[in-house]
């Protein structure tokens, strides 16, 4: 696993109180003017891209704390890449092979290309949610890395209806319709996950996800919300709504776990959050085609 730059489906760190006014008008002159104009976006938006994907990032990219930071907004954008390069990739084999084994080496390949991130906090946070009720000890089982009964579970079915959901659309509306719903469901999903960071605080002092420990900006979240929405109008608008629907009460009854249980979230948590729109939403558009 790359240590740099850090994984935002690992656990991550909060700081001990909630950012005021103030705070936030201060880290947001610090992370944002460095990148102003075109030239800084695009660096914004490769840290994103080499922050969530193997993808090869050029050195004069360079890394900050702030900079990751500013590059949060763009973790939808990445989700559209991911989401094309799989669509592709899974068409294309679908013309060598059948649909069901041509989408199972699509997720294969999803799966690679993100480094396995989101999964990983999936495990991580089934395992501790599974495992444990005390607060301190589902933290504590959050930061080992390996991978228990709850974790292996969680995955594989996670996994196994990701399969089944994907051929059941491709089957239902063709190859168009389901590269259309595979892109909407990564952007959608990372929008989710990120918008985590509106309502909710950090729950560790120290790991590696710490420099995104902030408070998303409206501007950011609505930038997010941007790239996921051109997905879902085709190819059935109502599906596109429902599953909007579905989302914000999936993230609602998160939101209210996650208080319930650590009184914020973790970097595990965003994975978590992840995978668990992107089920959602397959569910929804099989439950409605």
């Known amino acids: 696993m ?28 610090a992370s944002c003017a460095p990148f102003d104009g075109f030239a800084g976006q695009w660096r914004l938006i490769l840290t994103a891209l080499g922050f969530f994907t193997r993808v090869p990032i050029p050195e004069w990219v360079g890394y900050s704390p702030a900079q990751l930071n500013a590059a949060t907004r763009y ?8 989401g094309m390069v799989v669509a592709l990739l899974t068409v294309a084999m679908g013309r060598l092979w059948s649909p069901p084994l041509a989408i199972a080496l699509g997720l294969g390949v999803s799966v690679w290309l993100t480094d396995a991130f989101h999964e990983d906090g999936l495990a991580d946070s089934v395992d501790a949610f599974g495992g444990a009720f005390a607060r301190e000890r589902v933290l504590e089982i959050m930061h080992d890395s390996r991978i228990g009964t709850y974790g292996a579970v969680a995955l594989w079915l996670a996994l196994a209806i990701k399969w089944q959901a994907l051929v059941d659309i491709q089957r239902a509306v063709g190859w168009a ?17 990120i918008s985590l960071l509106r309502t909710l605080d950090y729950v560790r002092t120290e790991g590696k996800a710490k420099p995104i420990a902030q408070r998303l900006g409206a501007s950011d979240l609505l930038f997010g919300v941007a790239c996921s929405v051109p997905w879902g109008v085709w190819p059935d608008w109502r599906a596109g709504v429902t599953g909007a629907v579905v989302l914000v009460a999936v993230r609602a009854g998160f939101v209210r776990y996650l208080r319930r249980r650590l009184g914020g979230y973790t970097g595990d948590a965003l994975g978590f959050a992840q995978q668990l ?3 959602a ?5 099989c439950a409605w085609i």
């Open 2 to 29: 790359n240590e740099t730059p850090p994984d935002p489906s690992r656990d991550a760190d909060a700081s001990s109180r909630e950012p005021g006014p103030r705070d936030e008008a201060a880290h947001t002159e």
């Open 75 to 82: 973790f939808s954008l990445v989700g559209v890449f991911v």
């Open 177 to 193: 319709g389901f590269a259309v719903v595979l892109i909407g469901a990564h952007a959608a999903s990372r929008c989710m996950a």
């Open 277 to 279: 729109g992107e089920l």
């Open 281 to 285: 939403l397959y569910l929804t558009v």
